[in-house]
């Protein structure tokens, strides 16, 4: 291995065939290695080779290449001694978008790795890296995680440089940066971070940088990866790092002074620095009116709150704390009980474990089935089990409405850690009643104002309070008063004066 | 981490170490809606009965059949030394812990209120579970078969008892006594408790045989019993709680039945609304005098004297206003001639305009209001504007 290690420090020689010796030592023979030799301008005298990845280069620039070193430099009678420098062919011969000189070996191996290609030539101490890179690739497609009404439908996709080119159609500033890097030693990931650089927090993008830098890993498989090694709250279960599918929400937090970082290979970008409140604002809170985001925002709110609090506040009641159900309550309570043979808590235990088997049973199965898991699901759960007299009706419809809500929160992954903190609130509640359930609540509340995001604290702008932030936190006040970014911003200053609109007067009023 | 996972650990020790102290699933509890006390077989002993709920019958079929007997109540009674000793012997017959939380009334016969309620208003203050806006009444009947008595439309009798007391200004003719009222007059040296009468009234018509007039007796609220100091010492008559339903909750509307004054043998129904008291006292020569003034608008509401409503409207107002002037006096003799108890809270009234005063006659106000003179002046406008034909003349 040592060998191969110095042999890509190398740099490339002038004669084809010990080049072609070092590429087939390193890349051994991968049945996905095509190598190709031509001669420059149909001369015998000077031989070269291309070499590609099948399937990741696109065979039509492979052939342009070809054609323009063969055929179009025999058609202008150009003589390989005048195309003695790897400058000279770039400038003089080749039509391919981006060619770039390439002196050492890695750097080729690389790029033919990447899906360039690679043109050594006879007599030239450089190689060219022409970029052929093509491959077949998923159409942009609406994101399947983050659906909405009203706005744009086009999701993140797989490629890397798509995804950039989404966010780069959407925000035409020359302030809009994206700064390259490579994480994984094997996978040899791209990584892109991007900002407006007359926006971004002071000190971010560095902080940002340094700790992607810090990680050493052999491959990144999804943003998940990256997401795990830079976050702030490695312990908690809250995610301190926003991901999403879709470019309008990088776009938007690009323009109020956030970072994205752009993994290759993944439709998922991630977002620093993270609020909490974020996981429970949609984009069609903006994009229609604002009394309706509004309102929606929030009916997702409650849908928090309940999702989060109400089989706790269901087991503590009816287990401890009977006075407190007004009476016909109790009564309609105790009469759906009176046959289940299970503790309140075993019991909401119980439904709720029934009812993440459904969700992740439905998730797992192929997508026909999938349906058929649900109906069978939920006609046993629904139907069947309180007919046996093993759960109450009334926790069926507890669970019912708390599933729901948690499918209200836009963000999936932040909806699974609300689900998660389900457990221990319901438990502490079904121990020790209110007690337990306000102890347990107290120490969420007090992990997550412990929490940062990236010098941010999690539950801002709530807490520390600050009151401009306030007009797009719990309201989406109107788009004519939202006229300052957040406070982190360089630049808070979005908005001209005045924009709220009015009739124009008649003419003598 | 390690001092992660072991706060982990620790917490979760702790939660097992509560060993889910108070811990009850409600289905496991007797939930009491009605209570009743009275005198004990031997002298001495408190009798408590309760009414308890069966939440599958009281409920209908929820989900699994839950078998029971159909009825929505089970109602058992006790008899100890006093009313604590009493609810712990109904644990001999009730398989699942008394709950008291919800219950609606409490029901004291008119021997043990006779007797004296310290102890029954004390218990019932001093008990965490219960509430002091339970409701509270006296019945001449068995409180024993007045809270096993199925009555009103809903479903468990202590909720229609409920509705009852809730909605007694409609009727307006017994107050709505709770716990918080009647230990704040207890306690007060300036007023008497007084306490709503319940009644079994053989009123309920069975659907099965209706032919049989009244064969279902139905739990009626009207009427009230007076207190002196925590002992009971008579009935006041529903038109004479109507009256004291003015000075203790401010009754604005009700209806009353006078003659005609075309026609003696027709009556005429008025619906008096808005109704205002205001009582004003005096203290002269080392007297009390109370000025009583009630002010109040009236619709007729129901009229069988074939004249038109112009011609009714002056001597309406007259014989309402002589009508509701007698009920007036009859309950304040009652309280100050026949009872010797100021249940009218008036000694309040006297308490807040002479504080320096009341400092020396407060502990003698039975007698001093024995003596009190009234001066009462009623005021009623019938303002019916229901342009309805009636009478020969404008047919």
């Known amino acids: 291995m040592s060998s191969i290690q110095e042999l890509l420090k190398g740099a490339f020689k002038p004669s084809v065939k010990e080049n072609a010796a070092v590429l087939d030592q390193i890349l051994g023979n991968s049945a996905d290695v095509q190598k190709r030799d031509f001669l420059l301008c149909g001369k015998a005298g000077s031989p070269g080779l291309l070499c590609f990845m099948d399937g990741l280069a696109d065979t039509t620039l492979v052939e342009a290449i070809v054609r323009a070193l063969v055929v179009t430099g025999s058609q202008l009678n150009r003589e390989p001694a005048e195309l003695a420098t790897a400058e000279s062919i770039r400038t003089s011969l080749l039509f391919n978008a981006t060619v770039k000189d390439c002196p050492n070996v890695r750097e080729g191996i690389n790029g033919i790795l990447s899906g360039d290609t690679l043109v050594v030539v006879e007599g030239l101490d450089q190689a060219l890296l022409v970029s052929t890179r093509g491959w077949k690739d998923r159409g942009v497609e609406e994101p399947s995680s983050e659906n909405n009404v009203r706005g744009p439908r086009d999701g993140f996709m797989e490629s890397i440089r798509t995804n950039t080119a989404h966010v780069r159609r959407r925000i035409k500033d020359p302030m809009l940066r994206f700064e390259s890097m490579v994480i994984g030693t094997r996978s040899q990931t791209d990584v892109n971070i991007a900002y407006i650089s007359d926006l971004v927090k002071e000190g971010l993008v560095d902080e940002v940088k340094s700790r992607l830098n810090r990680i050493k890993i052999d491959s990144v498989m999804e943003s998940g990866y990256i997401e795990e090694l830079i976050e702030d709250a490695p312990l908690s279960m809250f995610n301190t790092v926003q991901s999403t599918e879709r470019p309008d929400k990088v776009a938007s937090a690009l323009l109020e002074g956030r970072v994205a970082i752009f993994i290759d290979n993944t439709p998922v970008v991630l977002i620093v620095p993270t609020f909490f409140w974020q996981y429970i604002q949609a984009p069609d809170d903006y994009y229609n009116r604002y009394w309706v985001g509004t309102f929606f925002r929030i009916v997702r709110y409650f849908a928090f709150l309940i999702s989060l609090m109400l089989p706790s506040v269901y087991v503590m009641l009816v287990s401890f704390h009977h006075e407190m159900i007004p009476t016909s309550l109790a009564l309609t309570i105790a009469s759906g009980r009176e046959v289940v043979p299970f503790p309140v808590l075993l019991e909401a235990l119980i439904m709720e474990l029934a009812f993440e088997l459904m969700r992740e049973a439905g998730l797992r199965m192929p997508k026909p089935i999938g349906q058929a898991v649900s109906i069978v699901g939920s006609l046993i759960i629904g139907q069947a089990a309180v007919q046996a007299g093993l759960v109450s009706p009334f926790m069926v419809i507890i669970v019912a409405i708390t599933g729901i809500s948690s499918f209200a929160i836009p963000s999936y992954s932040s909806s699974l850690a609300i689900r998660m903190f389900r457990f221990p609130l319901m438990i502490a509640s079904g121990f020790l009643g209110l007690l337990g359930f306000s102890t347990m609540f107290f120490a969420l509340l007090l992990h997550a104002l412990s929490i940062r995001s990236f010098g941010e604290s999690y539950l801002a702008p709530a807490s520390p309070y600050r009151p401009t932030d306030q007009r797009d936190t719990m309201l989406r006040l109107p788009m004519w008063m939202l006229d300052e970014r957040p406070g982190f911003a360089q630049d808070v200053d979005r908005m001209g004066d005045n924009q709220m609109p009015a009739t124009p007067l008649q003419k003598g009023e | ?395």
């Open chain 2, 1 to 395: 981490m390690r001092t992660f996972l072991l706060i982990l650990l620790f917490s979760s020790m702790l939660l097992l170490e509560s060993s889910c102290v108070g811990l009850r699933q409600i289905n496991e509890l007797a939930i009491v809606t009605a209570v009743g006390i009275d005198t004990g077989n031997k002298p001495g002993t408190v009798k408590l009965s309760a009414q308890i709920i069966r939440p599958a019958d009281a409920r209908g079929q929820t989900g699994a059949p839950a078998g029971g007997t159909g009825q929505p109540i089970y109602s058992i009674s006790a008899e100890g030394n006093t009313i604590f000793d009493a609810i712990r012997n109904l644990g001999r017959f009730s398989s699942r812990r008394v709950y008291w939380a919800h219950n609606f009334m409490i029901v004291l016969s008119e021997s043990y209120a006779r007797q004296g309620i310290r102890d029954m208003v004390d218990f019932f203050t001093r008990n965490h579970e219960l509430r002091m806006n339970t409701w509270v009444a006296v019945t001449s009947d068995k409180p024993d078969e007045l809270i096993s008595t199925i009555t009103g439309i809903e479903v468990v009798p202590g909720e229609a008892v409920d509705k009852l007391f809730r909605n007694n200004q409609v009727v307006g003719l017994a107050p709505g006594s709770n716990m918080m009222n009647l230990e704040e007059a207890l306690l007060s040296t300036s007023a008497q408790p007084v306490v709503a009468r319940l009644q079994l009234q053989p009123r309920g018509i069975s659907n099965k045989k209706p032919e049989e007039h009244g064969s279902l007796k139905q739990v009626e609220l009207a009427g009230a019993a007076v207190f002196r100091e925590d002992k009971m010492i008579g009935w006041l008559t529903p038109k004479e709680a109507r009256a004291a339903l003015f000075f203790l909750e401010k009754l604005e509307s009700g209806i009353e039945v006078i003659n005609c004054p075309n026609n003696e043998n027709r009556r005429l129904t008025l619906e008096f609304k808005n109704a205002h008291m205001s009582v004003k006292s005096f203290y002269e020569n080392e007297k009390p005098r109370f000025q009583i003034r009630l002010k109040s608008a009236a619709d007729i509401v129901e009229s069988g004297c074939n004249v038109p409503v112009e011609q009714l409207r002056d001597a309406a107002d007259a014989s309402l206003e002589k009508l509701m002037k007698q009920r007036i006096e009859n309950v304040l003799d009652k309280a100050q001639k026949q009872h010797h108890s100021d249940f009218l809270k008036l000694g309040d009234i006297f308490r807040n305009k002479y504080p320096q005063e009341w400092k020396r006659v407060g502990k003698d106000w039975n007698q001093i209001f024995a003596e009190a003179k009234f001066e009462i002046e009623t005021n009623v406008d019938v303002k019916s504007a229901v342009v309805k034909a009636a009478g020969d003349g404008i047919k």
